[in-house]
């Protein structure tokens, strides 16, 4: 498949401590991007192999999804070797190759760190569990029972069910905040944080740029197993994990969310002061303080780089009022932090199905993403502007929506292969059968088909990353303003001497809106930016924006 060569796909590596305040990170899910062998599995090579494809968006770094050797249980997210590559992604070698072919295209590489919980087949779990005095034995989080056998505390897994597991090895509890198969490690090890840094430093050493920290706040737990209190009705949120899952019924003051973990942050981010450019981007699952969590864990400059939470990642289509009053609870809360924003990932449900998207707003919301205070991270596909994929239940894989099927149906709809061609079943993705089904309504947005079309959604993420990257204020800029007015979004972005008014009309209403004070010319004619009229004021059609540089 050919890529546009008006855009620059041979930027160079830039020797930039900073290079993460305000990149573009595109998510890669190795499983679903490209496969290279004919196993129905993406794969490194694959990744290898479309990583022209990659540079050409003009993103700054890629993030991708674990491709470590495990058992599959949570598809990468249960490692039984931090230090290894699973057979069906490759080996080390491929990985050493792809990490070198995406700096030669100026890429930088980010990988999927999950150091909250192992695989119950890591060797670290293995020997743990074999008795209660080995040297592993307090690697996990293992408890006593109360006297009448019941778990120590009322604790609850996100993927349903009691978050202690009996083992009749050791006849202790232990810890899984997600699957049984996903043991909790013990952060109050001292052992157990040197063995993870060295993960770190392992990775680092074959060139990796930085890392995603896969459920940052669950690292630590409290000691003492404090259980967690009871939710009110009124304030249950069905951010991070669905309405029908009982995990929404509680505070997890205790199984997550502890203090104790700024510490072992700041021996993490020590390790990456050890390298030229590295840096890190943490997930905050968190339904109730996840801009106050995020703002603990940026705060400074010995912490986590950036983070994101979920206010974005779940719920209906955002209004204006919800945007202006995110990026106050931002400014609030993250005063001295960096956040990282995102609309789609592996984990929730396309946000151009999550929101009912037509064209012009996945383009207005594109536009609103790449202009926000902060880095940003785009999931494969989203530039295709992919709905969510309906998967038959026979066809499911995720645990997750097996478990609450058909109320939740899990992740799988986001995670269906990479649409490459329209000309084939398996669009371009496999020569065998895929792991889970390509989505037949996806293939008329195939990124071939795209390629061809002018004015197709693709070529207006290009143009917007190119906007943003040819924009300081836009990349590093501080905001000011934030206000809604209406419908309409609207805010400053100044680095330097240059300052843009960004305006965002996030409705199907044709709008008006008062130009501000000062002397400003319209920019950004490719993404759609609208002139003032003859009144002095923008006449905003439906989703539409009007970007405007003072002079």
């Given at each position: 498949?050919?890529?546009?060569?008006?855009?620059?796909?041979?930027?160079?590596?830039?020797?930039?401590?900073?290079?993460?305040?305000?990149?573009?990170?595109?998510?890669?899910?190795?499983?679903?991007?490209?496969?290279?062998?004919?196993?129905?599995?993406?794969?490194?090579?694959?990744?290898?192999?479309?990583?022209?494809?990659?540079?050409?968006?003009?993103?700054?770094?890629?993030?991708?999804?674990?491709?470590?050797?495990?058992?599959?249980?949570?598809?990468?997210?249960?490692?039984?070797?931090?230090?290894?590559?699973?057979?069906?992604?490759?080996?080390?070698?491929?990985?050493?190759?792809?990490?070198?072919?995406?700096?030669?295209?100026?890429?930088?590489?980010?990988?999927?760190?999950?150091?909250?919980?192992?695989?119950?087949?890591?060797?670290?779990?293995?020997?743990?569990?074999?008795?209660?005095?080995?040297?592993?034995?307090?690697?996990?989080?293992?408890?006593?029972?109360?006297?009448?056998?019941?778990?120590?505390?009322?604790?609850?897994?996100?993927?349903?069910?009691?978050?202690?597991?009996?083992?009749?090895?050791?006849?202790?509890?232990?810890?899984?905040?997600?699957?049984?198969?996903?043991?909790?490690?013990?952060?109050?090890?001292?052992?157990?944080?040197?063995?993870?840094?060295?993960?770190?430093?392992?990775?680092?050493?074959?060139?990796?740029?930085?890392?995603?920290?896969?459920?940052?706040?669950?690292?630590?737990?409290?000691?003492?197993?404090?259980?967690?209190?009871?939710?009110?009705?009124?304030?249950?949120?069905?951010?991070?994990?669905?309405?029908?899952?009982?995990?929404?019924?509680?505070?997890?003051?205790?199984?997550?969310?502890?203090?104790?973990?700024?510490?072992?942050?700041?021996?993490?981010?020590?390790?990456?002061?050890?390298?030229?450019?590295?840096?890190?981007?943490?997930?905050?699952?968190?339904?109730?303080?996840?801009l106050e969590i995020m703002g603990e864990y940026t705060a400074g400059d010995d912490r986590v780089h950036m983070c994101y939470s979920f206010e974005f990642l779940s719920g209906a289509t955002p209004t204006a009022a919800r945007f202006a009053k995110v990026l106050h609870d931002v400014d609030?809360?993250?005063?001295?932090?960096?956040?990282?924003?995102?609309?789609?990932?592996?984990?929730?449900?396309?946000?151009?199905?999550?929101?009912?998207?037509?064209?012009?707003?996945?383009?207005?919301?594109?536009?609103?993403?790449?202009?926000?205070?902060?880095?940003?991270?785009?999931?494969?596909?989203?530039?295709?502007?992919?709905?969510?994929?309906?998967?038959?239940?026979?066809?499911?894989?995720?645990?997750?929506?097996?478990?609450?099927?058909?109320?939740?149906?899990?992740?799988?709809?986001?995670?269906?292969?990479?649409?490459?061609?329209?000309?084939?079943?398996?669009?371009?993705?496999?020569?065998?059968?895929?792991?889970?089904?390509?989505?037949?309504?996806?293939?008329?947005?195939?990124?071939?088909?795209?390629?061809?079309?002018?004015?197709?959604?693709?070529?207006?993420?290009?143009?917007?990353?190119?906007?943003?990257?040819?924009?300081?204020?836009?990349?590093?800029?501080?905001?000011?303003?934030?206000?809604?007015?209406?419908?309409?979004?609207?805010?400053?972005?100044?680095?330097?001497?240059?300052?843009?008014?960004?305006?965002?009309?996030?409705?199907?209403?044709?709008?008006?809106?008062?130009?501000?004070?000062?002397?400003?010319?319209?920019?950004?004619?490719?993404?759609?930016?609208?002139?003032?009229?003859?009144?002095?004021?923008?006449?905003?059609?439906?989703?539409?924006?009007?970007?405007?540089?003072?002079?």
């Open positions: 498949m050919n890529t546009k060569a008006d855009f620059d796909m041979g930027r160079t590596l830039v020797a930039d401590k900073d290079w993460w305040r305000g990149a573009v990170i595109y998510q890669i899910y190795p499983r679903s991007f490209q496969d290279s062998n004919g196993d129905g599995i993406g794969d490194l090579n694959g990744i290898t192999s479309r990583l022209p494809y990659v540079a050409s968006l003009g993103v700054d770094a890629i993030w991708i999804s674990p491709f470590f050797t495990s058992p599959m249980k949570d598809f990468g997210y249960d490692v039984s070797d931090y230090c290894g590559v699973d057979p069906m992604f490759g080996t080390l070698a491929d990985f050493d190759a792809m990490v070198e072919a995406a700096h030669s295209l100026g890429i930088r590489v980010m990988i999927d760190l999950v150091l909250s919980h192992t695989s119950d087949q890591h060797p670290w779990f293995v020997e743990s569990r074999a008795n209660r005095d080995n040297p592993k034995s307090d690697w996990f989080v293992w408890a006593e029972p109360k006297d009448d056998g019941t778990p120590p505390n009322n604790w609850l897994s996100i993927f349903g069910g009691s978050a202690w597991q009996w083992d009749a090895r050791r006849e202790q509890y232990y810890l899984h905040n997600f699957l049984v198969e996903q043991p909790d490690l013990n952060f109050h090890c001292p052992a157990v944080q040197d063995a993870l840094l060295d993960v770190v430093r392992f990775w680092l050493d074959r060139g990796v740029d930085g890392f995603r920290l896969d459920t940052i706040n669950f690292y630590v737990h409290d000691q003492q197993l404090r259980s967690n209190p009871a939710l009110p009705v009124d304030q249950r949120d069905a951010t991070i994990a669905p309405s029908v899952n009982p995990y929404n019924h509680q505070l997890h003051l205790y199984s997550k969310n502890r203090p104790e973990n700024l510490a072992f942050l700041e021996r993490f981010r020590a390790v990456l002061e050890e390298y030229d450019a590295a840096a890190s981007v943490g997930e905050v699952g968190e339904a109730q303080r996840g609030e809360h993250v005063a001295d932090g960096w956040a990282c924003w995102a609309f789609s990932n592996h984990d929730v449900v396309r946000h151009a199905s999550r929101w009912n998207l037509g064209d012009p707003a996945k383009r207005a919301l594109c536009t609103l993403l790449l202009s926000l205070r902060g880095s940003v991270c785009l999931y494969q596909g989203e530039e295709l502007g992919l709905n969510e994929a309906d998967v038959a239940f026979e066809d499911l894989q995720d645990p997750y929506g097996i478990e609450f099927w058909p109320e939740f149906k899990g992740r799988d709809g986001c995670r269906t292969p990479m649409v490459w061609e329209a000309s084939n079943q398996n669009a371009g993705f496999t020569s065998a059968t895929p792991w889970l089904p390509i989505s037949t309504e996806h293939l008329h947005a195939a990124a071939g088909v795209q390629e061809d079309d002018p004015a197709a959604l693709l070529h207006h993420y290009r143009k917007a990353l190119n906007f943003r990257r040819t924009h300081p204020a836009l990349i590093k800029g501080a905001h000011e303003n934030v206000t809604a007015t209406g419908s309409v979004l609207h805010f400053t972005r100044t680095h330097g001497d240059q300052t843009i008014y960004c305006v965002f009309n996030l409705s199907d209403d044709v709008v008006s809106h008062d130009m501000p004070a000062g002397d400003w010319v319209t920019i950004g004619a490719e993404l759609g930016s609208t002139q003032p009229g003859i009144d002095g004021k923008l006449h905003l059609g439906a989703w539409q924006v009007s970007l405007l540089l003072k002079t």
